[in-house]
C-alpha cells in the first residue's frame, strides 16, 4: 500500500516512515501542509496520515480539502498529540476514519491501518497503481499521468499483471499462463506481441521512470528505468 504522510517533526517522520517500510508499505512524507497539498495533486495514495498540527495550517483543514476535492475512497487516519474527546470528535467530523496518538507504537499503528483498511469498498480494492500508471480492474480502465489509454482486453489484462509484479522476473510461459490460462492454445510468441504494444501504449520505455525490459531467452521484466 502506498501512503501518504505530513507530519511537521522530522524526528517523528521519519520514525513512522520506517515503521510503514518494515510492514510493508511505501510512503511519500511532507512537513507542511502546503507540501502535502502539492503532493495530493501529483500523487494518489492508498491512504492518508494527517498530523492534526501544522506550522501552516491543520489537520482539519488538509482532510476538508481532501473530502471536497478526492471525495470519500481514499480513507485518512490522524496523528494527534491531544487525547481529549473534543480534538478526536472534530477529526472525524472533519473526515478522519481513524484517529491514533503520537504515543502509539509500531504494531499498533500498522494494525489500525490494516483495519480501516478494511473498510474501503471493493471496487477501491481493484485499483493497482505504480507512479504515474492507474489500472482499475472494475471499470477496465488503465490512464498513465490521469489520461485514458485505450487497450484490448489480453492487452490490459497484461499490464495489469505487471504492474502487479514490478521488478521480478517472469517468464513467458509464467506470464501467458498468468494472463491466457494454463490450458491455451496460443504460443509464447503472443506474449511477445502484446508486450511490443504495451511498450508503446504505455510508454514503458523509461518516459515515466519505468520500462519493461526484455530478458533475452526468457522473459520480462517492469523495472526502474535507472537499473
Avoid: C
Amino acid at each position: 500500500m502506498h501512503i501518504l504522510l505530513v507530519d511537521d517533526n522530522d524526528m517523528q517522520r521519519e520514525m513512522i516512515g520506517l515503521w510503514l517500510t518494515n510492514g510493508g508499505h511505501t510512503f511519500d512524507a511532507s512537513a507542511t501542509q502546503a507540501e502535502f497539498l502539492h503532493r495530493l495533486l501529483q500523487t494518489r495514495g492508498d491512504l492518508l496520515l494527517v498530523d492534526w498540527s501544522l506550522p501552516d495550517g491543520s489537520g482539519a483543514d488538509i482532510l476538508q480539502w481532501v473530502r471536497k476535492n478526492k471525495g470519500w475512497d481514499t480513507p485518512a487516519i490522524v496523528l494527534t498529540a491531544n487525547e481529549d474527546e473534543d480534538t478526536v470528535v472534530e477529526a472525524l467530523r472533519a473526515g478522519a476514519d481513524d484517529y491514533v496518538t503520537k504515543k502509539v507504537g509500531p504494531k499498533q499503528l500498522l494494525a489500525r491501518i490494516e483495519a480501516v483498511t478494511r473498510r474501503i469498498t471493493p471496487v477501491a480494492l481493484t485499483v493497482t497503481r505504480l507512479d504515474v500508471y492507474e489500472a482499475d480492474t472494475a471499470q477496465q480502465r488503465l490512464s498513465v499521468n490521469r489520461v485514458d489509454v485505450s487497450l484490448t482486453q489480453k492487452e490490459f489484462d497484461l499490464a495489469v499483471y505487471l504492474l502487479q509484479n514490478p521488478d521480478k522476473l517472469l517468464s513467458r510461459d509464467h506470464l501467458l499462463n498468468g494472463v491466457w490460462g494454463l490450458n491455451t492454445d496460443v504460443d509464447t510468441r503472443t506474449v511477445d506481441t502484446h508486450v511490443s504494444r504495451l511498450r508503446k501504449k504505455l510508454m514503458l520505455d523509461g518516459t515515466h521512470g519505468w520500462r519493461l525490459a526484455p530478458i533475452y531467452g526468457y522473459g520480462y521484466r517492469l523495472q526502474r528505468a535507472d537499473k
